[in-house]
């Protein structure tokens, strides 16, 4: 039954889990070379023609999503390679822009690794990106290295938390009550084969 509730997003997501995975480009042949080569990989074909946006979005596992992104005018961060660069966004909980917002500038506050890069409402979007869906991005500095770390919030899969496709649980209320008159069926007939007490 577990698996039944999520296939139809009861569970949704919680904070910090890992729901879209933005690949970002600097040159637009790299980026449409990779989406033809993942929607290959996917479809087993070769998709017809390159992509009509700037953004292109596949749909991962039913929950989560890795998002193509060639980016114009170069803004950072942003990967110059053929490979690009991957950016991970995790889920901080359903809200709107200010809390939003809040939560991104709370994140900042007593940790000097993190640097601010594209706040809330800033931030590039993805092809499924739905009007409540806001994306922003940290820098994440060590010694060595720089990485990325993107937090969204009313991320585009599931597309609404808690709701259920009434279309694709149709045959539930049968099959309950199908159930529950199988069960009171073998219930009465143990009571008529019971012989009944002297």
Do not use: C
């Not at 949704?12 to 989406?35: L, W």
């Not at 929607?39 to 087993?44: E, V």
């Amino acid at each position: 039954m577990k698996r039944h509730l999520k296939q139809y997003g009861l569970t949704g997501h919680h904070p910090h889990d890992r729901v879209s995975t933005m690949i970002r480009f600097a040159n637009k042949a790299d980026y449409v070379e990779a989406v033809r080569v993942e929607y290959k990989l996917r479809k087993g074909k070769d998709p017809n023609g390159p992509p009509k946006h700037d953004s292109y979005s596949f749909k991962n596992n039913g929950d989560t999503e890795l998002v193509m992104l060639y980016q114009p005018d170069g803004r950072f961060p942003t990967g110059n390679t053929p490979t690009g660069l991957t950016i991970n966004f995790e889920y901080v909980d359903k809200m709107g822009l200010p809390a939003f917002s809040d939560y991104y500038d709370q994140l900042l506050v007593g940790n000097p690794d993190l640097g601010r890069i594209e706040t809330p409402g800033i931030s590039f979007r993805g092809e499924k990106d739905k009007s409540s869906t806001i994306r922003g991005v940290l820098s994440l500095s060590s010694k060595a290295t720089t990485s990325y770390r993107g937090i969204i919030t009313n991320p585009p899969y599931p597309a609404i938390f808690g709701v259920v496709n009434t279309g694709a649980l149709k045959w539930l209320l049968p099959a309950v009550l199908g159930l529950a008159t199988g069960l009171a069926a073998v219930a009465l007939l143990r009571a008529l084969r019971t012989p009944p007490e002297e």
